[in-house]
C-alpha cells in the first residue's frame, strides 16, 4: 500500500539499519499496546485515490546517500568526517524534525516537504531556525552544541525553551555522545541566514546608561520594570539560567516572532538530567498593550550592540490574535 506523506518514510532512507531494528524493538516490546477500534477511512474522494502518491514518492523521495549534499569541504579535504555528517544529518532530519512533541498536529508544516527543497533552510521543531545571522560575530563550538542540546543551556549563547525544550527533554538528552557530535558537526556545516538585518557589535553605553537612571523611552522603562531583575541592566542575564539578551541570536532574528511571543506567553526552561532545575520566565502579555509589547521588543532588539530592525504593534496584535485562536 502507497503511504501518504504525513507517515514520514521518505525520512528512514537517511537512517541506518541498526536504527530501522532499534525502532522496531522499541515499538513491540517498549510501547505497550491499547485496545481500540480501527476508524473507518475518512479521507475524501478524489483524494483517498493512492495512485498520485507514486508521483509524489517518485519527485520528492530523497536519496539515501546523504553524502552527494555534503558541502565539498567535508567531502574532499575531510573525508573521515562524512560518516560523522551523514550521521548527523540523519539526526537532524529525522530525530528532531519528526519528535513526536506538541508539533505532532502540525506533522506535515514543520517537516515543510515542499519548502525544504525550494529554499534550502533548516528548521527545528517550533519553527525555529538551526542556521545564526548573517555577521554572526560569535560561531558555536561543537561543545557549546552538545551542551545545548543535552541540557538546554549553553553558558555562552542561550537557553532553550517553547517548543524546542521537548526536543532536548524527549530526545537529545538521551543521544549518546557520538550521535550528539555527528549532530553539531553537521549543524556547524549550515550556511548563514540570508538575512543582513541584523548584526551585533557590543556597545556599554546602555548599560551605563540604566545604570545612572536613564530611561531614554517607555521601552528601556519596560525592560527596567519587568527585566533588568533577571537580565540585568548590562542585558548579561545569568550563566546556564538566564541567557544574555546582549547578541541574542533569538533577538537579533529578522522575524521578531520568538521575542513577541516570548514577552506575551513567557517561557519555561526544562529540567533535564544534567541540569534537573528548571526555570520559567513569566508572560506579560496580560498587562502590556501591543503597543507596549512592542516598545519593549524593539528596546531589547536596539540595545546593548543589537541592531535589529523595530517591531511594530501590528505585529504584536497579529501573533495576539494567532496566540488566541
Known sequence: MTLYPAMPYPSYAHLTGADIVAMYAYFTHGVSPVRAQNRRNEIPWPLSMR???TIWRKTFAPNPDASRSMPRATRTRASP????WCRGRAIAEVVIRLEPSRC???????????SWRRTGDRRLVGGQSARQPRGWPRGWSSEQIIATLRSARDPVHAVIGDAMSDVVVHSTQYLNDADLLALASYLKTLSPDAHPASSFAADPGTARAMAAGEEAGRGAQLYDDNCAACHHSDGRGATRALPAIA????VLAADPTSIIHLILQGSQLPGTAAAPSPLGMPGFGWRMSDQEVAELGTFIRQSWGNHA??????QVHHLRQTLAR
Open 104 to 114: 505532532r498536529r502540525r506533522l506535515w508544516t514543520s517537516r515543510q516537504i515542499l
Open 309 to 314: 530592525p523595530a517591531i511594530n504593534p501590528e
Open 247 to 250: 547578541g541574542n541570536s533569538s
Open 51 to 53: 495512485w498520485p502518491l
Open 81 to 84: 568526517a562524512a560518516p560523522t
